[in-house]
Every structure is written in structure tokens, then in C-alpha cells.
């Protein structure tokens, strides 16, 4: 008997069949950054875009940054093997402040751009068990809401 496909995987699918792959890899890579960037780095750094194999990362400050130009390449290594090899080719280090994980807080990126108010959660997301998918349907809605729909 065929084992039942996660939601998560299902929605990859989709996802990648409507063009947004990046959606999803970069969930993927959301949740595994404190084990690519390790605990200290984790805190003071969050990817923010990933767009033809050029990741940009969101930095605290300009130090760090240039820490993270260092370790360009242990990075680099090491998001391929969470999204795959050749996935990402390069590095670009930005500065700013960092959202704040536990508030909820939508990252620059994802902020409406509409009277400041922030964006209600769609309803029913908050049911989703899986934690994978949760994020998954958060990120899709954002990105529809940002484009009108």
C-alpha cells in the first residue's frame, strides 16, 4: 500500500507547478538556518530573499556582515545540502534590524504595504498540525495578499 503524502509535500508540488518554488525552499531554509549559520550567528542574521541562485541574507549590523563574507563558502555548503546543491551560488549580506521571531513579526519583505495595520491570519491556518505546513499556507497567503488578491 502507498504511503500517504504529506500536506506539506502536496502544497510543494503545487507550489512549484504554479512557479513558486521559492516559497517553499525558503520555508525550508527558514527552519533549518540556526543549524546552517550555528546559535550565535542564528540570532542576528535571517535569509530574506532567494532569487536565481542569489540568496540574500538579512544581517544586524555591518560586522557580522562582514563576518558572513568570510564564511561565504561553509555557507554555501551548507544551504545546499538543506536545499539541494546548485540551489543557491552566491551570497548577498544586507543590513537592517531583524524581526522579531517570537512577536510574530513580519519580516521587511513581507510587511503590507497598505495602512500599517498587520495582516490578520487567514482563518484556519492556526489548525494545520504540522508546523512545515503551517508556515507553508502563512507564506502563500502573504505573498497573495502583497499582490491584491
Known sequence: MKKPARVSEVL???????GLSSVTWMVRL?????????PI???KTAPLKLKNGLLTVLVRDHSWAQELQLRKP???????AVLGKDRVR????????LPEAETGEA??????????????EPEGISGVDDPETREILRSISRKASSRGR
Not at 510543494?12 to 504554479?18: I, N, R, Y
Not at 552566491?90 to 534590524?97: K, L, Q, S, Y
Not at 519580516?107 to 490578520?120: I, L, V
Open 74 to 80: 561553509v555557507l554555501v555548503e551548507g544551504i545546499g
Open 107 to 120: 519580516t521587511p519583505r513581507e510587511k503590507p504595504a497598505s495602512s500599517g495595520a498587520p495582516a490578520a
Open 90 to 97: 552566491d551570497i548577498r549580506f544586507v543590513t537592517g534590524p
Open 30 to 38: 527558514s527552519s533549518e538556518w540556526p543549524g546552517i549559520v550555528g
Open 41 to 43: 550567528l542564528s540570532g
Open 12 to 18: 510543494e508540488e503545487v507550489l512549484a507547478a504554479q
